[in-house]
DNA sequence: AATGAATGAGGATTCATTCAT
DNA sequence: GATGAATGAATCCTCATTCAT
C-alpha cells in the first residue's frame, strides 16, 4: 500500500482517462467525476492534484500533443533523409491518430484553444514544430521549402479533418493523397 | 393580442442569437436562456420552437452553411469560367468568414458533427458541395479535376484553421496562399 | 394553482425562512437547501430569486431591522413625550427581541457587516436612526441630549448582548438597568 | 529526528494562526488547512494536537481572552488606587483591541458563543472577571460599586462595537466617552 | 513527531426542461 | 402565441477528517 510519491502515478492516471472520456463523449461534456472514477479514485482527488477542470484539459492535451511528437520522432528514426517529408506525413496519419479517442480529443482541441490561453500556446508550439521539420525535410528537394512546408502542414491538417469526420477507418486514402501532392511538390522543382 | 405568422421570425432570431452566443463564448458552453434573452424572447419559448437544445445549434449549423453558400454563389457570380476557382478561394477567406462568431460556430461544428447526426451530415453535404464546385471549375484548367478540388478543398480547411487561431485579422496570407497552390496546380497540366 | 405574482410572496417565505435558519443553527452556518426547504420551494428557485445566498441573508438583515424599527414605532405610539426615551429602551428588550432567532440573527449581524458592504451600511443606518430617535426623546430632559443618547444607545447593546447570553430570559432586569442609567442621566440635568 | 517538547510550540503557532486567518476573513469561515499552512505545518498535524476545528477557535479565544486580561493587569500595574477604573477602561481601548484581527476575533466570540459551550463559559468568565474588577476599583468611589460596574461594562461592550464597526482608527473617542461616564458616575456620589 | 494521501459528504450554483395560465 | 414559475438533476469544488507510513 504505497502512500508516497503517488503524485506522478495519479496525474498520469488522470490525463489518461480524460483522454478517453472526451473520446467516448466526442466532447468536452466530460465530468470531473467521470474522469476520476475511470482513473480510480475520488473527484476530490483529481481537483487536488490538478486544481480544476480546465487545468485536466490542458494536461490531457499537452499529452495527446507529445504523444504525437513521439510518433513523428519514431517515425523519423527509421528513415533516410530523402523520404523525411514521407515519414512525417505517414505520422500524421498513422492509425493510433485515428482512435476515437485521439480524434475527439484533437477536434476538441480547436475549441479549447479559442478559450484557454495555455491549450492555443500548446497548439501554436505543435504547429510550429511540426512546420519546421517539413521545412527541414523538404529543404533538400523542394524549391521553396518554407512554402511547401506551409502547404503540406495545411494540407495534412485538412486532410486529417476530412478523413476523421468521414472515413476515419481508411486513413492510407488520405495519406496517399498527402504523399502525391508531396511528390508534385517536389517534381516542380526538378 | 397572439400575432400571427411569428413563428419565421422568432426562429430567424434564435438562430442569430445563437450563432452570436457561441461567438461570444467561444464554444458551445452556451444556456438557451442566454440565447433566448439575446432574441427577446422567453427560454421556454425557444424550447418550443425548436424542442431542445441541440436542435437550436443544428438550426443555426444549416444557416451557417448556407450563409457561407451563398456567399460563394455571390462571388462565384461575379466572375468569368477561368477564375471560377479563385473565386471559391476567396469566399472562403472573406473577413465574414473570421469574426469570432464565425470562426467558433465553425470550429464548434466539428465537434458536434462527431456526436450529433445532424450535424455530421449537414457538414457532408457542405463538404461535397464544395469540392463539386472547384472539380466544375478546375475541369478546364486542371489535369486531374477531381483531385486537385480534393487537395485545394483540404487545404482550404487546413489553412482556415491556421489562420482562425494564429491570425484571424489577416486571412489575405492564406487567402495568397491558397491562390498560389491553385496557380500551381494549373500550371501541373500545361 | 396561482402562477403570477409568486416574487414576493416567495421573497417573504424565504427571509421568514432564513432567519428562522439562523435562530435554529446561532449562527450562518445555514446551507440554501434548508432556507429552501423550510420555506416550500426548491433551493434553485431561492436562487433564483435572490441571485445568491449574501444577498439572501441582506435580505433577511434588513427585514429583522424593519421589525425592530416597528416595533420601536408601536412603542412610541403609545407614550408622551416624557417617557418617549424609555419607550425606546423598553421596545429594545421587549420578549420578541430575545427569541432565540433574534439573538442569533442579531449577533450574526455583527459579523456579518465585517465583510458585507450593504450589511455593514444597513447596520449604520439602525444605529444613527436609534441614536437620533434618543436624542430627540432626551432633548426636553437631558443636558446634553446627544452625549446622553449615545451613551444609552452603547449601553442598549452592551446590555443587549450580555442579557442574550446571559439571561435570555429574563430580559427586563437589563431593561431596568438601562431604565436606572436613563433616569441618572435626566436628574442629571435638574 | 523526532523533535521532543515540539507540543506547545506547534499549539502556539497554531493559536496565533487561528487568530491571524479570523481577522483576515472577518469571520469563522476559515479553513484548518489554511490555518496549519500559515502556521507552517500539516492540517493532519493541527488536528493530532487539538482534535477539530471548534476546539482549535476555542483556544484562539481562550488566548484572546488570556492577551486581554494580560493587557488590564499591565495597565493596572501602572496606576494608583483611584485611577483603577480608568485604567481598565484604557485597557479595553487600546489600539491592540483594534487591529482587524482581534476586531473581528471578538465579534465572533459572540457568534461561537451561541453553539459552543466552552466558548461561552470562556465569554462568562471574561465578563465576570472585568464586572468584578470594576467593582473592586469603584468601591472607594461610586455610592453603588455594583451596579455603576455592571453600567460600566455593559458601556464599554456596546462602544467597543460601534467604535469596530464605525471608527476602528480612531477608539479615543470611545474611550473618552467611558471615561467621562465613570467621571459621572463618581460624581453621581459626592 | 509529522505528513502526504485519500475521501465522503455536502454546498452553492446552473440549467434544460415542463407546465399552468 | 407566450411566459413566469418551478424544479430535479447535475457539476464543480471544498473541507474536515482519517490513515498508513
Redesign the interface.
Known amino acids: 500500500m504505497p502512500k508516497i510519491g503517488m503524485e506522478p502515478i495519479r496525474r498520469e492516471a488522470l490525463v489518461k482517462a480524460t483522454i478517453a472520456e472526451i473520446g467516448a463523449?466526442?466532447?468536452?461534456d466530460v465530468t470531473v467525476s467521470q474522469i476520476a472514477k475511470r482513473a480510480g479514485m475520488s473527484s476530490a482527488l483529481a481537483h487536488h492534484y490538478f486544481g480544476g477542470k480546465e487545468q485536466i484539459f490542458v494536461a490531457a492535451m499537452r499529452r495527446i500533443l507529445a504523444d504525437f511528437a513521439a510518433e513523428v520522432r519514431a517515425e523519423l528514426a527509421t528513415v533516410q533523409m530523402p523520404d523525411r517529408a514521407a515519414a512525417i506525413i505517414r505520422a500524421c496519419f498513422a492509425p493510433s491518430c485515428f482512435t476515437p479517442q485521439t480524434?475527439?480529443a484533437w477536434?476538441?482541441f480547436?475549441?479549447?484553444?479559442?478559450?484557454n490561453d495555455q491549450a492555443?500556446r500548446l497548439?501554436?508550439i505543435y504547429?510550429s514544430r511540426i512546420r519546421s521539420n517539413l521545412t527541414h525535410a523538404l529543404r533538400p528537394v523542394a524549391r521553396d521549402p518554407q512554402?511547401a512546408a506551409?502547404?503540406l502542414?495545411?494540407?495534412?491538417?485538412?486532410?486529417y479533418?476530412?478523413a476523421a469526420?468521414?472515413n476515419p477507418d481508411t486513413p492510407e486514402i488520405a495519406a496517399r493523397?498527402a504523399l502525391?501532392?508531396l511528390d508534385?511538390l517536389k517534381e516542380?522543382q526538378s
Open positions: 463523449a466526442g466532447s468536452l480524434i475527439s477536434m476538441t480547436y475549441v479549447l484553444a479559442q478559450t492555443l497548439w501554436r504547429q512554402g506551409n502547404t502542414s495545411a494540407l495534412i491538417d485538412g486532410l479533418i476530412r469526420l468521414n493523397h502525391a501532392v508534385s516542380a
